[in-house]
């Protein structure tokens, strides 16, 4: 089961990222790396930092929990659908007043005209952020009930949006592409949304959820729920707000540098989100329900499994994208406005961010025990040192390194978060899954991909 749920999300990402670069060496070739760039990538942040922090992160990890043990399961999910969703557009309706000194938040470097460029785009891309809770809400129901395709698949919509938005721009100047691109992330949130609905009332879970929406009665689940989630907001996001610090210290830098971090972050996180995002999202649930109904030994043995699967590849990941950083930026970038200089700089900056591959893998792994044991707050506080340190680490490295010190500092950020982690899962229980013939198995699948790497390169020379 978690093996074929894997898969699923699996496949599913994957033909979400190919359509992802396809949609990135579109924007790369029409926008460049340059002021244009810069100012969609910053208003198309904002709503990315909420959705992975509230929706996606901390949400995910703290509903799912509360909606297994939850006696009426519709009340519990109808009730917090509607306070969330209240909270959000209240939110949203801030951010459409406040869009030019949010921009200047997330972008602190930009002068006074570049944000007035900006914060229109702002405005247009929050709403996503409201649809994609939507999306997210209905994900959770649907994994409880095992169901994993409708959510792996449906991200490719946004993409396929964004790419029919470049397509219209391209015989338009930058900045109308930019629009363009904005409108395109509400058209992808708007397609994402009518998928779920279509699988909650195939697997009959939206007349439950429906049904109990016009009962505004409290669920018994609730408190404990939103307890978890504020803690979670915390524990869930290191990734995100370290991303988030990346940008704000970037718009210091030259025209150029948020793109490079933006485009080496896409390469990064395709490992990142086919193999470590996926299997967590496809084990959560299993571990959720081994703890509640089978004890801690099962959960334990779900857990083994997806740690040596990720360990494999993710280190061959690892190896090969840092031989090869250079090679795939030019593959999938070096076109149009975007560069040999900007190849050159998108490599570095994604080698760097490469060095934090496993342990940000591994943590996320280990971090589910913790979720699943709604050890949220322990979570937070290993969240909130790990983020203390990325921040020390920026300021210390973006001297000498400028971008791919920001890449840098949030992968080492990342080794002190999978440290924390673990000890907070047991040292002496990671080191029991430590076994002789999978570390013998890992030293294998590196030793095959530094072959592979090699073979790539020697075909590759010639036209380099």
């Known amino acids: 089961m978690v093996i074929r749920s894997f898969f699923t999300n699996s496949i599913g990402i994957l033909v979400s990222r190919i359509l992802g ?5 579109l924007t790369a070739s029409i926008l460049g790396a340059n002021l244009y760039s810069d100012i969609f990538f910053v208003a198309f942040k904002l709503p990315n930092l909420f959705r992975r922090i509230f929706a996606e992160g901390a949400f995910t990890q703290a509903f799912l929990p509360a909606f297994t043990r939850a006696t009426k399961k519709g009340l519990f999910a109808a009730s917090v659908f509607l306070r969330f969703s209240f909270f959000i557009l209240i939110l949203t309706l801030l951010v459409m007043v406040f869009a030019p000194w949010l921009t200047k938040l997330i ?43 409708t959510t792996a698949f449906s991200t490719a919509l946004l993409n396929l949006a964004m790419i029919g938005a470049l397509l219209l721009s391209n015989t338009q100047d930058p900045h109308q592409a930019a629009w363009n691109l904005s409108f395109g992330v509400l058209v992808g949130g708007l397609l994402q949304a009518l998928t779920h609905l279509i699988a909650l009332k ?15 009665k409290k669920s018994a ?5 939103y307890r978890n989630f504020f803690h979670g907001v915390l524990g869930g996001s290191t990734a995100q707000l370290s991303a988030f610090l990346d940008t704000w210290l970037a718009s210091f830098l030259a025209f150029g540098s948020i793109s490079y971090l933006y485009y080496a972050n896409r390469v990064f996180q395709l490992p990142l989100a086919l193999f470590a995002i996926a299997l967590s999202v496809a084990i959560f649930p299993n571990i959720t329900k081994a703890l509640k109904r089978e004890g801690e030994e099962k959960a334990r043995r779900f857990l083994e499994k997806g740690f040596w699967i990720l360990c494999y590849l993710l280190c061959a990941a690892t190896l090969g994208g840092t031989l090869l950083s250079h090679e795939i930026t030019w593959l999938l970038f070096e076109r149009g406005s975007f560069g040999a200089k900007e190849t050159l700089n998108t490599a570095l900056v994604l080698q760097m961010y490469l060095v934090g591959l496993l342990p940000f893998g591994l943590a996320r792994l280990f971090s589910l025990w913790l979720y699943a044991n709604q050890m949220q707050a322990r979570a937070a506080k290993i969240s909130a040192f790990s983020l203390m340190v990325n921040i020390v680490l920026s300021l210390a490295l973006i001297g000498p390194l400028e971008a791919a010190g920001l890449a840098l500092a949030s992968s080492l950020s990342g080794v002190v978060l999978f440290a924390l982690t673990v000890h907070a899962y047991g040292t002496r229980a990671f080191l029991a899954i430590m076994r002789p013939q999978n570390i013998i198995g890992l030293i294998g699948v590196l030793l095959a991909t530094g072959a592979l790497v090699w073979i790539i390169k020697e075909i590759l020379r010639g036209y380099l």
Request: glycine share 8%; hydrophobic share 55%.
């Open 21 to 25: 670069f396809i949609r990135d060496i």
């Open 107 to 149: 972008a602190f470097g930009f002068d006074e005209a570049t944000i007035a460029l900006a914060a229109p785009l702002v405005r247009i891309n929050f709403w996503y952020l409201l649809l994609i809770y939507g999306v997210t809400l209905a994900a959770s129901m649907l994994h409880y009930r095992g169901h994993f395709a």
């Open 202 to 216: 195939k697997f009959r879970l939206l007349k439950v959820f429906l049904g109990s929406i016009g009962r505004p």
């Open 221 to 225: 689940t609730e408190p404990s729920f």
